[in-house]
């Protein structure tokens, strides 16, 4: 009999297929013993494990590229941390095995961060699956992951490492389901990267039953059990509408009626650059340049390491605008060298710009690496700085941009509420604003953007969320410049429409969605996406407002 379940779609297309479950498995060693003349030997077997593991990781990112590598570098880095590994060398020297030793010390680590406010709940994730892998490793045992299987069907896990999605084969996995994750988690990211449908946040996706087959609609958010003929037929029919609107849409970004809207990708480094230009993309609205930073968390990389990696990025895209967020350290993003290891609430800390200025040699470097990089090159270079929060900080930013001779627009991220409400100020000192929705929302309702249970708040359908877009976009017409959206919000075609009503000039996404968006674009004037936009602030909930907004747009 069929019935329909609703989590939170996050990546576009429709899926139908048979549920396999993500392998699981307890890997709790035992707690014995170890005489002390065995010490040295097994904090040998430790260390060997986690450069193992750490290898593994990095080899899996330089496969997977663009989002993912940076992402899988990242926990290679929690696998190597030096505190956690004396944690770990301590255990033993006092009786523990390195499998032990290596579990308890990431049990205490796990719930310190899970004691901080839990503002690094999603990296938790990432933890227990580096230590998963250790512990593997140590007992000679498989590590838990996707299933073995010929046939296509839809994956279902609790939540997905970055390791098993990075690596995910779409000609196999047709779409995946988890419990937990938001619109803005790392497995929401990936999947869209991978062009796969998913759906997350889904309450008991656990006990859907193996070899059940059910339709995942990735763009409603919508999961059908055991779907009728009827059912499928229509998924399939809309599925197939869909695919022949993007292949039918080609071009510069814009309305029905002309109105130009720019549509940019986000991207992660060189790797992620030939999937923008096939999708056509007219620039780059997000170039995140932690990827440099992060082979090695001792240090910051060369001034000639990062000139190369730039000049990558920029020379794809002649004639183009490529938009540039310098270093965004601190939080769920540490790195030895820069961000303090002990504060109580990283999140409200020190991080994003914060960061660069109290080590003005890191953001000087970068900036004239920028510099440099860009010359001879015909491309329309910008460059923004994150997390800032008011005019104080902005003035900060452009003395540093025209100190180290950078040619180019200097802007700002708007992701603190006070940047929104405080926009016009802001814009005296710089010459655009970007929104980076994802951070927007998460401190606009307190809510991680990690954390399944608080998902409904991470939503970037909340008219909040929405009136603080308005005020930013407002604030730069007022002041003839420029307001683009970089945050996932952009990929959602259906709010691409409300955001170009609200008055955003460009859309910056993963490149997997800008067909989509583009073809959804084409299909309304600007002034059906304006009344979308006004419909959408006057709702009081987020599924009022995306209700809202489609009555207007499909003309009800």
Not at 300 to 313: D, G, L, M, T
Request: proline content about 6%; charged content about 25%.
């Amino acid at each position: 009999m069929e019935t329909t379940l609703r989590g939170v779609g996050v990546s576009h297309g429709v899926a139908i297929g048979e549920v396999r479950h993500m392998g699981t498995a307890v890997l709790e060693p035992p707690a014995k013993q170890i005489p002390a003349d065995e010490a040295e030997r097994e904090q040998g077997r430790a260390r060997q494990a986690v450069e193992a593991v750490a290898a593994d990781l990095i080899a899996r990112g330089n496969l997977a590229g663009g989002e993912a590598q940076a992402v899988l570098e990242a926990q290679a880095l929690m696998a190597q941390d030096p505190e956690l590994m004396a944690d770990v060398e301590r255990r033993i020297a006092v009786g523990s095995t390195a499998e032990r030793g290596v579990y308890d010390a990431f049990a205490a680590y796990r719930a310190l961060l899970a004691g901080a406010g839990e503002y690094l709940a999603g990296r938790v994730a990432d933890l227990d699956d580096v230590r998963n892998r250790i512990v593997a490793r140590l007992l000679g045992v498989p590590m838990p992951g996707v299933p073995d299987s010929d046939e296509p069907y839809v994956l279902i896990a609790r939540d997905l490492a970055p390791a098993d999605t990075a690596l995910l084969d779409p000609t196999l996995v047709l779409g995946f389901v988890t419990e937990e994750g938001g619109p803005t988690s790392h497995s929401a990211i990936l999947a869209r990267a991978l062009g796969v449908p998913a759906v997350v946040a889904l309450p008991g996706a656990g006990e859907l039953v193996e070899g059940t087959v059910i339709a995942v609609d990735g763009s409603t958010g919508e999961i059908f059990v055991e779907p009728s003929a009827e059912k499928r037929a229509e998924l399939e029919r809309a599925a197939a509408e869909r695919k022949a609107a993007l292949a039918a849409s080609s071009g510069p970004g814009a309305t029905s009626d002309g109105h130009k809207v720019p549509l940019l990708a986000n991207v992660g480094g060189p790797g992620d650059v030939a999937a923008a230009v096939e999708a056509g993309a007219e620039g780059v609205g997000l170039f995140r340049t932690e990827f440099l930073f992060l082979d090695d968390s001792k240090q910051a990389p060369a001034e000639a390491k990062q000139v190369e990696a730039y000049r990558k990025v920029l020379e794809a895209f002649p004639e183009g605008r490529v938009v540039v967020r310098v270093l965004d350290a601190g939080a769920d993003k540490p790195l030895d060298f820069l961000t303090p290891a002990d504060e109580p609430n990283p999140a409200l800390g020190v991080r994003g710009l914060r960061t660069l200025l109290d080590h003005p040699d890191v953001l000087r470097t970068q900036l004239t690496a920028l510099a440099k990089a860009a010359e001879g090159l015909p491309v329309y270079l910008e460059v923004m700085a994150p997390m800032v929060a008011d005019r104080i900080d902005a003035k900060a930013f452009a003395d540093a941009c025209r100190e180290a001779g950078l040619r180019a627009k200097f802007g700002a991220m708007v992701e603190i509420p006070s940047a929104a409400l405080r926009a016009r100020s802001i814009l005296q000192e710089v010459e655009f604003l970007s929104l980076g929705t994802n951070d927007l929302a998460q401190y606009t309702f307190a809510a991680d953007r990690q954390v399944g249970a608080v998902s409904r708040l991470q939503d970037p359908w909340q008219p909040a969320l929405l009136d603080l877009v308005a005020a930013s976009a407002e604030a730069a017409k007022a002041e003839g410049k420029s307001c683009g959206v970089c945050g996932e919000a952009a990929s959602d075609p259906l709010l691409a429409c409300v955001l170009t009503g609200l008055g955003v000039t460009s859309l910056s996404m993963g490149a997997a969605s800008i067909p989509y968006v583009r073809a959804t674009l084409a299909k309304h004037t600007l002034a059906q996406c304006e009344r979308a936009a006004a419909a959408a602030r006057a709702a009081d909930t987020a599924e009022d407002a995306r209700a809202a907004a489609q009555a207007v747009l499909s003309g009800e």
